[in-house]
């Protein structure tokens, strides 16, 4: 399977090209900083009123918007992937032998450090408009660790979405999945409030254990198995991307 | 290098997508060293052939070995010694050209350092080192395949595929790619590019291989071609429709062109009067349906023409520039 070994000169190589092309892209890199944000302002102004969650609703949301945020920046590495694909970039990789995983190494690694900005982004505003994290170094960082290993499976799982695309705009259309599904989580309600067939599925999508975790982190209030439900999402899902994608790129570029 | 193995070796080669027969058995070789043009029509099978040798797609059946690596067995170091460029010019336009080669050296093993230094030689080589410090973005299509065969030279390959190198180009920059592409064969480079035009293989090759309904129909240097389906033409203008349908019927399938509409047909020479005299006699004894004859160096069209039975040349894609 020389298709999976990685070399880590090549992928440092190929995370640098994608860390740049993405500075570089100032439409997508305004979009995936700025949305966000106006997806937290809209929750917390517009429906935060309305929705009764025993909190204040800034504090309540900001983890369900960081998800949201991730899951969006994420789904972008599906878009440069497919047009790698079709511009001919990745045929060129393969006639030098550089190996798949390096190729898409290179897209999920800058689609995480992306990520990891408009996330900085975000709570900063956050912040600025009332959210009142706990002030405790090691929770954050289990936090983030959460976080990264969320963003990394998503990323993960969006460059096989890539491979899977024929074209950059339908790539672009697996966008909304990802973004879809924060919602039918604990992410902006809880999920007590939902009918029980949703309710079902909300409690037992990988999305909540996630949000469950870093709103308990953060918020200093206790998490259960939250974490370790996070942990098992993440990874299973991470296994199953970079396994697939190994499949796919296989079919695709033999 | 009198003992290295063939660039390219082929054997009985044979791939379909679906119901339809790209390659049909095709067998041929190219010696180390030199230009040498795949040439035909679209459709004919060259794509698919450089693709299979640059180890992007598999063969259905035969063998296909490039420098004595076979491509399917030995895919890594068939992959050390090729390189590809082609119609598409697959390099990111959100890059410089300088760091567009910056990369694809470190990808090809070399160092830091040395990345850099053999990305700026190329730069000057291919007259780029102006725009060395601009995105891909900005540069016009010319500039683009420049940079396009640039990146093809950072690993340094032995074998080198370009499929449709000019394809799209305007006429002056394809002048220049062509001087680029002999330099790259004085370099000791062996060459294989695809191509439709006639013109391209004839000026560009030492060897041209042609290639109709997925397999060889020809192989030899342009002059051998042109030689072995006669060197000379005949071309006979007839007095009326009726002279010019019975000199057609006489001559059947020797007639190597022929234009009804300017009562126009052409037949194979060696040029010498004696022979151009007896097919004048043959082909027109009552000696008042050639109104002129005109005897003409052949051109690969008339080769193309006689193997495939078609015209060859497609009307030109020139972009104005």
Not at chain 1, 32 to 41: D, G, H
Not at chain 2, 251 to 274: C, F, K, M
């Amino acid at each position: 399977m020389s298709e999976l070994a990685i070399r880590p000169t090549q992928a440092m190589v190929m995370v640098g090209r994608c860390v740049r092309l993405s500075r570089r892209n100032i439409d997508a890199m305004l979009t995936s900083l700025l949305l966000p944000v106006i997806l937290m302002l809209l929750f917390v102004y517009l429906f935060g009123g309305a929705i009764d969650t025993g909190s204040a609703y800034v504090t309540y949301v900001v983890p369900g918007v960081l998800l949201l945020c991730a899951g969006f920046g994420a789904a972008g590495t599906a878009i440069s992937v497919t047009t790698d694909l079709t511009n001919g970039m990745i045929e060129r990789l393969r006639t030098m032998d550089v190996g798949a995983t390096s190729i898409l190494a290179g897209h999920v690694v800058a689609s995480v450090a992306r990520n990891s900005v408009s996330t900085v982004l975000v709570l900063g505003v956050a912040v600025a408009i009332g959210f009142r994290p706990a002030v405790e170094p090691l929770r954050w960082l289990a936090a983030a660790g959460v976080l990264l290993m969320f963003l990394l499976a998503v990323s993960w799982l969006s460059a096989a979405f890539g491979l899977l695309a024929r074209t950059p705009e339908a790539a672009s259309g697996y966008t909304f999945l990802v973004m879809f599904l924060p919602y039918p989580s604990s992410a902006f309600v809880p999920v007590e409030t939902m009918p029980d067939w949703l309710r079902g599925f909300a409690e037992n999508q990988p999305v909540t254990p996630v949000i469950e975790s870093l709103r308990g982190l953060l918020l200093d209030t206790p998490v259960g198995s939250a974490p370790a439900h996070a942990a098992a999402w993440c990874l299973g899902l991470l296994a199953v991307a970079v396994v697939l994608s190994g499949l796919l790129f296989r079919r695709r570029v033999a | 290098m009198v003992n290295a193995p063939p660039a390219v070796d082929l054997v009985d080669l044979r791939k379909s997508f679906g119901d339809v027969v790209v390659l049909d058995g095709l067998t041929m070789r190219v010696p180390s060293g030199g230009v040498h043009a795949l040439l035909g029509q679209n459709g004919a099978g060259k794509t698919t052939t450089v693709r299979i040798l640059a180890t992007l797609t598999r063969p259905d059946s035969g063998s296909a070995r490039v420098a004595g690596h076979d491509v399917v067995r030995e895919r890594r170091q068939v992959r050390r010694v090729i390189s590809l460029a082609g119609q598409h010019a697959a390099l990111d336009d959100g890059q410089t050209g300088l760091e567009n080669l910056i990369m694809l050296a470190r990808l090809a093993g070399l160092s830091g350092p040395a990345a850099r230094a053999r990305a700026a030689a190329l730069l000057e080589r291919f007259d780029l080192a102006d725009a060395a410090g601009r995105q891909a973005v900005t540069y016009s299509g010319g500039m683009r395949r420049r940079l396009d065969l640039a990146a093809s030279l950072v690993g340094a390959p032995s074998v080198i595929f370009l499929d449709e190198p000019t394809t799209g180009l305007d006429p002056r920059s394809r002048q220049g790619l062509w001087e680029v592409i002999g330099e790259l064969a004085g370099a000791g480079v062996t060459v294989l590019l695809t191509t439709q035009y006639l013109e391209e293989a004839d000026r560009l090759a030492d060897r041209i291989m042609v290639l109709h309904h997925g397999g060889l129909v020809a192989d030899g240097t342009a002059a051998e071609l042109k030689g072995h389906f006669g060197a000379q033409r005949l071309e006979l203008t007839w007095r009326d429709e009726a002279s010019f349908a019975e000199a057609a019927r006489r001559l059947g399938d020797r007639t190597t062109h022929r234009e009804p509409a300017r009562l126009a047909l052409s037949v194979a020479t060696d040029g010498s009067a004696p022979q151009v005299r007896g097919l004048l006699d043959e082909i027109d004894p009552d000696r008042h349906g050639v109104v002129r004859f005109t005897v003409r160096e052949a051109t690969l069209d008339d080769v193309f023409l006689t193997l495939t039975g078609r015209p060859v040349s497609p009307p030109r894609e020139v972009t104005n520039v």
